[in-house]
Nanobody, 130 residues
Framework: EVTLVESGGGSVHAGGSLRLSCEAS?????????MAWFRQAPGKVREGIAA???????IYGDSVKGRFTISRDTAKNTLYLQMNNLQFEDTGVYYC???????????????????????WGQGTQVTVSS
């Protein structure tokens, strides 16, 4: 079974930066499948932030384009999210997700849909004060 553990959340002032990490273990890890970051603000549905495939191609949600960068170290089974110029609206719980099934989504299947990711971390809180 795949285990995802996020770290790096915290509290920052608007305009600040944070870097989230997600370490994957167990199951089919490494180069297979898509990995992604999602976030859930209080009272709102979980939304896709960014995703990256095994060939390091990426997709971003409109609200974070130009400010957030997703990256992946397949040797370390670790996913990252560099978040710059954080705004109050970025506040929420950030979740790491992965599709590490034996037959994962194709590398050209760009998606930020929650239902297409089958492994989830417990989340890390990011709070941005204005």
């Amino acid at each position: 079974e795949v285990t995802l553990v996020e770290s790096g959340g915290g509290s920052v002032h608007a305009g600040g930066s944070l870097r989230l990490s997600c370490e994957a273990s167990g199951g089919f890890t490494g180069v297979r499948g898509w990995m992604a970051w999602f976030r859930q603000a209080p009272g709102k549905v979980r939304e896709g932030i960014a995703a990256i495939n095994s060939t390091l191609n990426t997709i971003y949600g409109d609200s974070v384009k130009g400010r957030f960068t997703i990256s992946r170290d397949t040797a370390k089974n670790t996913l990252y999210l560099q978040m710059n110029n954080l705004q109050f609206e970025d506040t929420g719980v950030y979740y790491c997700a992965a599709d590490f099934r034996p037959h994962p989504l194709a590398t050209d299947h760009y998606t930020l849909n929650t239902y297409e990711f089958h492994s989830w971390g417990q989340g890390t809180q990011v709070t941005v004060s204005s």
